[in-house]
């Protein structure tokens, strides 16, 4: 398994449970897995019931740690592995002045992100490190950004760093960049282009496919013709046929989420694996897409 793996995909496709299940399964396979959370918000705390997730990891599961890149200590982490004194870092971080002038920098919240990233990788302690990227523009940004800003950066402390990211990023036996998607129509187009432009890309190297939430199977196709004759006939009107109507619209949602599945695979060439949907709480379903993952063995 590669060390650093990074997960994208459309906004609202469960990414952060299959992420969350992922690392479930990585625990109890003897691994020290950790998540790590980009932007301002996070969902291990939620998803597994545990302690709020700030810079320092914690742990959020039995096994499974958790940590979000904030900007203020990853740009403390980046300063000082430039000056080596942390508390000379923080007081020039801590700088109005000189905050602003960093946060204006193009670039530079990406390029802490990476560098924060790298220092995890480099850290014994972990392992695999499972990072959650934003929706998919961003993600598609975040991995634009540093080939555009080579161009740029010529030299100095900011190209080491992004050198040394951009290495990792970059080597294929460490690094791999997984899809997470769900069986809907607009979530597969998205998913088809973003697999696209990533295959485009030489110094990525992608991972798997994970289809989430598969609805279930509801009526088979002598069921779904009974159902259809029943509401143009005798139950017409019939208290029970809202029932029949809902039905009908789970029939033809599965149908709908076979022909995704068709798209997806056609179209994708990624070792894939698909996961069913669950009606449970977050936990309930980490624990059930986790022992999933155990049988199947793609990851």
């Known amino acids: 398994m590669r060390p650093v793996q990074f997960f994208t995909g459309k906004g609202g496709v469960g990414k952060s449970t ?84 960093f946060m204006a920098a193009p670039g530079v919240d990406e390029i802490v992100t990476l560098h924060r990233v790298a220092q995890l990788a480099a850290d014994d302690r972990w392992g695999p490190i499972l990072v959650d990227l934003e929706s998919t523009g961003h993600a598609l940004m975040f991995f634009d950004l540093p080939g555009v800003l080579e161009v740029f950066l010529k030299d100095g402390p900011l190209r080491q760093v992004l050198d040394s990211a951009t290495k990792l990023v970059r080597d294929e036996k460490r690094c791999a960049v997984h899809i997470v998607t769900v069986p809907e129509p607009l979530a597969v187009n998205e998913t088809i282009q973003l697999y696209e432009r990533l295959r485009q890309r030489k110094d990525l190297h992608l991972g798997c496919l994970f289809i989430n939430r598969i609805p279930r199977v509801w009526l088979d196709e002598e069921e779904q013709r009974l159902v259809k004759r029943e509401l143009e006939g005798a139950s017409a009107g019939q208290p ?41 709480d977050s936990s309930a379903i980490i624990e059930a897409l986790s022992r999933a993952i155990e049988q199947a063995e793609v990851w």
């Open 18 to 101: 299959v992420l969350g299940a992922l690392a479930k399964a990585a625990a109890r396979g003897g691994e020290c897995p950790l998540i790590v959370e980009l932007g301002m918000h996070t969902s291990s705390s939620h998803l597994f019931h545990g302690p709020n997730v700030g810079y320092e990891p914690a742990e959020v599961a039995p096994g499974v740690h958790a940590t979000r890149v904030q900007f203020e200590p990853a740009l403390v982490d980046y300063i000082t592995s430039r000056l080596k004194l942390r508390p000379i870092a923080t007081l020039v971080a801590k700088n109005n002045s000189l905050r602003r002038l």
């Open 240 to 280: 029970w046929a809202p029932d029949l109507a809902l039905a009908e619209y789970l029939a033809r949602r599965r149908q709908t989420a076979d022909k995704c599945l068709r798209g997806l695979r056609r179209d994708i060439d990624l070792p894939t694996m698909t996961f069913d949907a669950h009606e449970d």
